[in-house]
């Protein structure tokens, strides 16, 4: 267990829908990190948020938009949901180890567009 | 742009000892990590290299070349349980880490 919760564990939905994927980090821990990772696919970085605040960006499409909370917690939110969205959602939160990012995974999300 | 560069299988027998490498090509490159996966499951980190040279930690030992952006991960005394989705990631130093596409290892009786 790395201490990272997300919720819910599956999503099954239809195309053209809005779901909301939830996350919340290891207790202390002030970055948040979301991940898609497709099929066999390797882990595609989408957005990161530190302590509130967007700090960074990967390849995150339009539809798609997150926040954090004052709590930490953190939300990704997928509109105008096509097939090709169905993925594994991954969120991370790191800890600065030795000057290293070691990132701690939650379980995922897994979300099928009907 | 980035990219990271492993083979997408590599099989081997239990008791064996086996080299998974990544070669890497980033804009900015603070470190090399690895992460392992199993099917369904969430990355695990296994190790870090910042500087060149091999670190170890018990059964699974990783190095880097810098000068070669160069990597791997070492896994010696294979167990089945290590049957698994290997990723190398590169901190570019943004913070988010840049990952592989993973090589998936099976380990064989």
């Known amino acids: 267990d790395s201490g990272v919760t997300q919720t819910p564990k599956h999503l099954i939905t239809a195309t053209g829908q809005r779901v909301t994927l939830r996350c919340s980090p290891r207790s202390g821990d002030l970055s948040v990190y979301w991940y898609q990772q497709s099929l066999d696919q390797g882990l595609q970085f989408l957005i990161q948020y530190y302590n509130g605040e967007e700090r960074a960006k990967g390849n995150i499409l339009e539809r798609f938009s997150a926040q954090q909370f004052p709590d930490l917690h953190s939300e990704l939110n997928l509109s105008s949901l096509e097939l090709g969205d169905s993925a594994l959602y991954f969120c991370?939160?790191?800890?600065?180890?030795?000057?290293?990012?070691?990132?701690?995974f939650g379980p995922g999300t897994r979300l099928t567009v009907l | 742009g980035q990219s990271l560069e492993q083979p997408s299988e590599v099989t081997a027998v239990e008791g064996a000892i086996v080299q998974i490498n990544c070669t890497y090509q980033?804009?900015?490159?603070?470190?090399l990590s690895w992460y392992q996966q199993h099917d369904g499951g969430a990355p695990t980190f296994l190790s870090y290299?910042?500087?060149?040279g091999l670190e170890e930690t018990g059964r699974f030992s990783s190095f880097l070349s810098r000068s070669d952006s160069y990597g791997y991960l070492l896994l010696q005394e294979l167990q089945m349980k290590d049957s698994a989705s290997y990723f190398c990631?590169?901190?570019?130093?943004?913070?988010?880490?840049?990952f592989g596409s993973g090589t998936r290892l099976q380990v064989q009786p």
């Open positions: 980033t804009s900015g490159f603070y470190g």
């Open positions: 990631a590169v901190d570019t130093g943004r913070r988010a880490l840049t």
């Open positions: 991370a939160s790191s800890v600065n180890v030795g000057g290293h990012n070691e990132q701690f």
């Open positions: 290299n910042g500087l060149d």
